[in-house]
């Protein structure tokens, strides 16, 4: 059973900083290229910042230069660091694993909530 278990989501003030963790089970981590998503209340889910196999990270533009993601295969873990958080970033940040090879696989966390708030 593929599992992706989230955590490190809470409350932060503007300016602030969060490490969010991603564990996986019941995959071959690195067989999978990872991401992060994010979805605010009313609006859809949208991609936050991938991290391929051999480590390659692609970020979308509102949070290119403040967030930081990166993976470790021996622990099949994978973080997203957050620094300066704005009011804009709160949403529920879920977990993504993509099967690199053929047959398509594609997992998800359940989420775990960003609240940035002064």
């Known amino acids: 059973q593929v599992q992706l278990v989230e955590s490190g989501g809470g409350l932060v003030q503007p300016g602030g900083s969060l490490r969010l963790s991603c564990e996986a089970s019941?995959?071959?981590?690195?067989?999978?290229?990872m991401g992060w998503y994010r979805q605010a209340s009313g609006n859809q889910r949208e991609l936050v910042a991938t991290?391929?196999?051999?480590?390659?990270?692609n970020y979308a533009n509102s949070v290119a230069g403040r967030f930081t993601i990166s993976r470790d295969n021996a622990k099949n873990t994978v973080y997203l660091q957050m620094n300066s958080l704005k009011n804009e970033d709160t949403a529920v940040y879920y977990c993504?694993?993509?099967?690199?090879?053929?047959?398509?696989?594609?997992?998800w966390g359940r989420g775990t909530q960003v609240t940035v708030s002064s």
């Open positions: 991290v391929s196999n051999r480590g390659n990270a």
């Open positions: 019941g995959i071959i981590f690195s067989g999978y290229d």
């Open positions: 993504n694993a993509r099967k690199i090879r053929l047959p398509t696989e594609n997992y």
